[in-house]
């Protein structure tokens, strides 16, 4: 269809396209009518009711001009159109239609673009979060394979730690200060033997103090020239004269005077003490008779919630004193703590101090304590000593600094340990009661208390255990790792 030397080519119709009067060919309706703008040979297709709504093109594409009206092609024409009765025959045959936009392209929106672009960015995510599992996979197995190989070495020391401590064990009691020119673990100078020769032992001071009780060997590099490579710290006391030997106090005169202190020592008061006592000399005798007023045998422990016997023997473990008559519904006495908790008010509340596991051990052959090595706590209670204090410090003082010790020698090279009861009273200002002197030693017995650590990059591992020395061996009654 030509019209004003404009060429259009109607491409289809979808509903109709009448003409409403047939002499004038240019007048028509148009419902839905799709053509092709081809002046400038753009050849595209629009759909005049859709095309301009829904696809935002500018502006209508045709306009029709009736008796000084213009009507656009995209609309249906109303009561004012070119059909309606107002328009006279005339008006209609005066109809032409002039298009209005000429030559602009139309862009129909590509759907699909946006779909792409979100598929895209997820898989970048996704992408992102694989490379970054992998990376930290990578991490963490170096740190796991770092942590493994210095756990080893820590191992490794620890074992060496061992090693140093049966050797120590093995060998103390013939060491004598003039024997050996060392250069000791806790850095002694050198000294002449009494052959005139050198002779480098870096263990002697460890030694002599081993021969005193107790010894320590701080933070000991394996490799001297490479001590990034870990360090052992070994300590060695001996364990059956720092606590008092529980299964040894039957009942009798010492052992009365021994739970007096300690009972004392803790806080306990008077009214609880002789139930404790009782109930001990019950549960460790073979009979079957209750002592005292206050004691428990079997038919006392039938009657509980839970029955048990009663052991009629020595004692495995410490731990079992919490089992005896009264001590076990209260298990401040063992333990430490308020004895009395029920108690709302709290200035009645009764604090027992460090508690019956502090003074006692299931190791020892002699009712002694060594005065070289006990705690200052299990010091008061010795009798002679009998809880005093200022007594009790100067000893501890004492046997730390060796300020009033003398020397035969080079000082350096000599223990600062009490040698015996002589030694001990001459260091002592005021001396010590002679009560004290039958329940002091002053050397390791047999048994053996051990704690060997080992540390390498920021790791450490810990043995604790018992030992016992006979002849050239070490036995080990007791071994506990990293405790």
């Known amino acids: 269809m030509t019209f004003l030397g404009f060429g259009f080519r109607v491409s289809g119709f979808s509903r109709t396209v009448r003409a409403i009067h047939a002499g004038l060919p240019h007048t028509f309706i148009a419902e839905r009518f799709a053509y092709t703008y081809t002046k400038y040979g753009r050849g595209t297709d629009f759909d005049s009711d859709t095309d301009f709504d829904s696809d935002c ?23 004012d159109g070119p059909e309606s009765g107002a328009a006279t025959r005339a008006q209609r045959g005066s109809c032409h239609r002039t298009p209005k936009c000429v030559g602009l392209p139309f862009h129909r929106k590509d759907k ?9 960015l997820w898989t970048i995510a996704l992408l992102s979060l694989l490379v970054m599992s992998f990376a930290l996979d990578a991490m963490l197995e170096g740190k796991i394979n770092v942590y493994v190989r210095q756990r080893r070495q820590v191992d490794y020391l620890t074992q060496s730690g061992i090693s140093i401590a049966e050797m120590l064990l093995l060998t103390y009691k013939n060491a004598t200060p003039a024997s050996t020119s060392p250069t000791t673990a806790t850095g002694a100078s050198s000294q002449q033997t009494a ?10 001071q460890a030694k002599l103090d081993l021969q005193h009780g107790s010894a320590k060997v701080n933070a000991y590099a394996i490799e001297p020239d490479k001590p990034e490579n870990g360090v052992v710290t070994v300590e ?34 008077m009214e609880y003490q002789e139930e404790v006592v009782d109930s001990w000399y019950d549960w460790l005798d073979a009979d079957s008779t209750i002592t005292g007023r206050s004691g428990a045998e079997d038919e006392y422990y039938n009657d509980l919630d839970k029955p048990y016997k009663v052991r009629n023997g020595p004692i ?30 709290k200035k ?25 090595s006990a705690e200052l706590e299990v010091l008061l209670t010795v009798p002679g000593i009998d809880g005093d204090s200022l007594l009790a410090n100067a000893i501890i003082e004492e046997r730390r600094t060796g300020a009033n010790r003398t020397t035969s020698g080079d000082a350096s090279a000599e223990s600062l340990l009490f040698k015996d009861w002589n030694d001990l009273n ?21 048994y053996f208390e051990i704690a060997v650590t080992g540390e390498a990059g920021g790791i450490s591992h810990q043995i604790k255990a018992v030992a016992i020395v006979e002849g050239d061996r070490v036995r080990y009654l007791r071994w506990r790792e990293d405790p």
């Open 316 to 345: 495995s473990s410490v731990a079992e004193l919490e089992m005896i008559r009264g001590i076990r519904d209260r298990p401040a006495i063992f333990s430490g703590g308020v004895l009395n908790p029920e108690e709302k008010n």
């Open 426 to 446: 001459t260091r002592i200002p005021g001396g010590v009661p002679s009560e004290a002197e039958p329940f002091l030693a002053y050397a390791p017995q047999k």
């Open 348 to 372: 009645a509340q009764v604090r027992i101090q460090f508690g019956l596991k502090a003074f006692f051990d299931i190791y020892g052959e002699t009712v002694k304590i060594n005065v070289n």
């Open 195 to 204: 052959a005139g020769g050198d002779e480098d032992d870096k263990w002697l």
């Open 112 to 120: 699909e673009s946006g779909s792409a672009l979100i598929i895209a």
């Open 236 to 269: 060695i006391t001996s364990a059956d004269a720092n606590k008092w030997p529980i299964n040894l106090l039957v009942k009798g005169d010492i052992a009365d005077q021994i739970w007096e202190n300690i009972l004392n020592v803790i806080g306990l008061p």
């Open 57 to 79: 093109f500018a502006c209508p594409v045709l306009d029709l001009e009736c008796g000084g009206k213009r009507y656009s092609a995209r609309r249906r024409f109303g009561a």
